[in-house]
């Protein structure tokens, strides 16, 4: 399900942009590749990819709790 999942992201982050969301670099603890972008290496995140995983589901959840045992970063906690 993957290319649903990441076409879930694009769309979430298309209307994240569109309501005036910054994406904030500061989060990103490694180079980018000559391919990625702020907002891709963002969005890339296992705690968003599940949340999107969830939202393709039909029917949709009613509610997503998303437990890690690791620490997460800024823009994923919002």
């Keep these: ?11 979430l982050k298309a209307k994240a942009i569109e ?3 910054i994406f904030d670099s ?21 705690e968003l ?5 969830n939202l393709i ?3 949709a959840p009613k509610f997503i709790q998303v437990v890690k045992n690791l620490r997460v970063c800024g ?3 919002k």
Excluded: M
């Design 19 to 21: 309501n005036g969301f």
């Design 75 to 77: 823009h994923c906690r």
């Design 57 to 59: 589901q039909e029917p």
């Design 26 to 46: 500061s989060w990103i603890t490694r180079s980018l590749n000559e391919n990625e972008t702020i907002e891709s290496a963002l969005c890339g995140h296992s």
């Design 1 to 11: 399900q993957s290319t649903e999942i990441y076409a879930k992201i694009d769309r």
């Design 49 to 53: 990819l599940v949340i999107a995983l």
